[in-house]
Each structure stands twice: as structure tokens, then as C-alpha cells.
């Protein structure tokens, strides 16, 4: 039952997410979630001990003044979705969110859980070059595992921190054709494409990256995705025995005997921090600010700039972050690595480096930030 504190549309937003084994991944749950609200502006400016966020410049200066505060409780009343999160787990990380979801009691958002046990069996035999093992495949199950009354859904990885309002990446789902089940950003890494696209998938060029999934369900349902994913992985596994990113590897070979089955989400809704990601595939700048409309409507708003209005105008800000290196900044969590204050050259796209920086600073704000902040 929906209580919410917003008026609501009577669309619901659905995001799964997958949480195997250990606790890690539950607290990048939960802080990747602290982001969705923050940027859905469900947050409380009145407490000082909720506003210690640092804007992202040499100067290090104080993100939020407390004109900035109110104005982002206050302003844009706009009617919100209800938000309901499909946690795919093991026990521990079931034990943890659910007890996590009960005592934070966010309005109008739901949680429903789904034991991997009960699906485990029918990927266990599937090998898998990801730290997450043959576990990684659940995701292709994802139509059997959501029940049948949900269209759509929204697939996130744990490690991911939104830049805009949630709401805008589902309006993605509108843009679909009547062909087109399944959105997905291209692959910014180029290993990727060397390892195995040149040869399963060379069609789709660079690959697409599955940290994010855009999945109209009704559509790949009627289409028997569950047969059609089941037969490539079985072939891929005949050549390649193990596959280095698992369920990417068989989406992206299903995709390219199905182009028209595919919608390319704009790469800044995916932007890769993994080692080897080329900033050329997806030139972005990142803006720590609240919304750049806000911005310019408000006459009083007074903030330095650390980057030229043409690199702004000429590079999209950053939609949604994906940290998919192998050490993750939870790992580091309460002491966080040292690193120099990302610093914004006025002349340029942002670094991977700078990207990095500026995701482990944004995380380590939201993750010692008392999840009471927010509602």
C-alpha cells in the first residue's frame, strides 16, 4: 500500500537490482538510493547535519548556501511516480535491505525481495569472468522473476549514483519504437570489443554496457526471451567457455541478431569509470549543481564557475554515474582514500580521473550522511 507524500502520477517506476553475497554491495544499495532521492529533491534542508555536501571545485567552497536549501525543499512541487525497488538476494544482503527499507519508511516507495535460491539452479552451470559468478546470469531471468503485471523496468547495477531525477531516465521508456524492448548505452571500454565483439558481435561495434537496462518486459515476454537468451549462451559456451562479463556478453550477441529489438540510451545515462574506459566515447563535463534550470531562474543564486559556458554547452552533464572498476569505494569505507580535490579545467571534457574523483567524494558524502536526511 502507497502512502504518499507527494501527489503522485499513476505510473509507478520499477527498478531490480541484483544483491549477491556479501554486505558491500548493500551499502552501495543504499547509498545509490540516497542518490535517487537526493536528486528527486526528498531531502531535508533545515538540518545542518544533512546539507555537508561540498561543491566540486579547487576551492572547495560550501555546496549549499541556505538560500540553496530552501529553495530545493521548496520550489518545483512537482507530482512524483511512486517508486518501487525489486531486490534480487541472497540471505545476508535480504536480512540488511529489508531491515534497512522497514526502518527508513520512505513514502511512496516499496520494496519487494526475490531469494536467489529459487533461481540459482537454473544458472549454475553458466561460467562467468565476473566477480559476481554465474550469479551475474539472474538478470537475464529477470522477465520469469518479476511478476507478469510489470510492463517495464529499470535494471541498475549496485554500484551507481544518480546525477538527475530517476524520472527522466524511465521517460526513456516513451522514446521506445514498437520493436524496441531493450535500452541499453554503448560500452565505453575498449577490451571489450577485442575480447569478444570483433568475433559474436561485430555488428554492434564497441558493445553495449549492461549496468543499466531499460527492459519493457510485455514486449520480450511475448517475443520468448527465456528460449532466445538460453539458446545463445549455450552457443557462446560452446566456442568461449567462460565469458568475460557474463549476462553482457549474451545480451549484446542476442542484440545483434536483434538490432531492431535494441534502443542506445545516451552514453551520459552510463558513464564507465572501469580502468580502461575512453572519455572519447562519451565526452562529458560533471556539474555538482541541482538542476541548471534552478539556476538560471533564480536571480539570487551566486556560485563561482569552474567551466567555460561553451565546454558546458558543448558536453552533456552527467546523467548517471557507473563506478565498474574492480575496487570499489565502499571497500575503503569509514577511511576513505586520499586523493587531490578533483579540479575542474576550464578548457576540456572530464577525465576519467576527474570522474573518479568526484564519484568517490559524492559517495563518501552520501554514505556518512544519516539516512534520516531523508524522505
Request: net charge positive; charged share 25%; aromatic share 14%.
Amino acid at each position: 500500500m502507497y502512502q504518499p507524500y507527494y501527489d503522485f502520477h499513476n505510473d509507478t517506476i520499477h527498478i531490480a537490482m541484483l544483491l549477491a553475497d556479501g554486505i558491500d554491495n548493500c551499502y552501495q544499495a543504499e547509498t545509490q538510493i540516497k542518490s535517487i532521492l537526493f536528486h528527486q529533491k526528498r531531502w531535508y534542508p533545515s538540518k545542518d547535519d544533512c546539507c555537508h555536501f561540498k561543491h566540486f571545485t579547487h576551492i572547495n567552497s560550501n555546496w549549499l548556501t541556505a538560500n540553496d536549501r530552501v529553495q530545493s525543499f521548496n520550489e518545483a512541487k512537482r507530482e512524483r511516480f511512486p517508486i518501487v525497488f525489486h531486490f534480487i538476494v541472497d540471505q545476508l544482503p535480504y536480512e540488511f535491505m529489508n531491515r534497512l527499507m522497514s526502518d527508513w519508511g520512505l513514502d511512496g516507495i516499496s520494496v519487494q525481495f526475490y531469494p536467489i535460491k529459487n533461481y540459482e539452479a537454473r544458472v549454475r552451470s553458466f561460467k562467468s569472468g565476473h566477480h559476481a559468478g554465474h550469479k551475474s546470469y539472474l538478470k537475464l531471468l529477470i522477465t520469469q522473476i518479476l511478476p507478469t503485471e510489470i510492463k517495464k523496468v529499470i535494471v541498475l547495477d549496485a554500484d551507481i549514483l544518480l546525477n538527475d531525477d530517476i524520472s527522466n531516465l524511465w521517460s526513456i521508456f516513451d522514446e521506445f519504437s514498437k520493436d524496441q524492448c531493450i535500452g541499453i548505452a554503448a560500452e565505453q571500454n575498449p577490451t571489450f570489443y577485442s575480447n569478444m565483439g570483433k568475433r559474436f558481435w561485430p555488428a554492434l561495434g564497441y558493445g553495449y554496457n549492461a549496468g543499466i537496462l531499460l527492459i519493457h518486459l510485455t514486449k520480450l515476454r511475448a517475443r520468448g526471451w527465456d528460449e532466445i537468451w538460453m539458446k545463445t549462451a549455450f552457443n557462446l559456451m560452446r566456442e568461449k567457455r567462460i565469458l568475460p562479463t557474463g549476462e553482457q556478453d549474451v545480451i549484446n550477441a542476442v542484440l545483434n541478431r536483434n538490432k531492431h529489438w535494441l534502443y542506445e540510451i545516451p552514453c551520459k545515462w552510463n558513464i564507465q569509470l572501469s580502468a580502461f574506459s575512453m572519455r572519447e566515447r562519451c565526452p562529458v563535463v560533471w556539474e555538482f549543481l541541482l538542476n541548471r534550470d534552478d539556476d538560471n531562474n533564480n536571480n539570487n543564486y551566486r556560485r563561482k564557475k569552474t567551466l567555460r559556458d561553451d565546454i558546458v554547452l558543448q558536453y552533456p552533464n552527467a546523467k548517471l554515474i557507473h563506478f565498474n572498476a574492480h575496487v570499489k569505494p565502499e571497500y575503503f569505507f569509514p577511511t576513505p582514500l586520499r586523493f587531490p580535490l578533483p579540479f575542474d579545467k576550464s578548457d576540456e571534457y572530464h577525465s576519467t580521473i576527474q570522474l573518479s574523483r568526484k564519484y568517490f567524494q559524492l559517495y563518501y558524502n552520501l554514505r556518512s550522511m544519516s539516512r534520516y536526511c531523508f524522505l
